[in-house]
């Protein structure tokens, strides 16, 4: 399976740091590789040790859904066609912004998760770091 290098991942959480610390936001960074395991990790100082799990599995379910973690958002809340789904999985899906794929000639190759301000922050630190890939 052809997937993200260390130093694509290494890349990937530069442009994410500096975006954060732009925003003045320090942040929780992860990447996975294609199938959906860790590549690399940050936590700049001052991010919450509780969104190291969150950063990696918003990546992880930006891998298990092929899409951004933001798209599922409206559909898990109560009444949604997918309520309960954040639940599923042993509890590591991430249902709200901050996990995008990342792709190259279509096809996904990774994915990045940011964790620790408030999910427009994520969001935005998480598409700097996206489009550095």
């Known amino acids: 399976m052809e997937s993200i290098t260390l ?9 994410a740091e500096k975006k954060a610390a732009e925003i003045e936001c ?16 940050v936590r700049m100082d001052g991010a919450f040790v ?15 859904f092929k ?19 954040s ?7 991430v249902v709200f912004p ?10 996904i190759m990774g994915a990045i998760g940011v964790s620790t301000g408030t999910v427009e922050q994520d969001q935005e630190v998480a598409e700097a770091g996206a489009s550095a890939y």
Request: aromatic share 2%; no cysteine; charged share 20%.
């Open 7 to 15: 130093e694509e991942a290494r890349a990937v959480i530069s442009a």
């Open 26 to 41: 320090p942040m929780d960074i992860a990447v996975v590789d294609a199938g959906g395991n860790l590549k690399a990790h």
């Open 50 to 64: 509780g969104s190291i799990t969150i950063s990696i599995n918003k990546a992880y379910t930006a891998i298990a």
């Open 67 to 85: 899409q951004e973690t933001r798209h599922l958002q409206e559909e898990t809340r109560p009444g949604g066609s997918i309520f309960g789904l």
């Open 87 to 93: 639940d599923a999985h042993g509890g590591n899906l």
């Open 98 to 107: 901050g996990g995008i794929p990342l792709v190259r000639e279509g096809r």
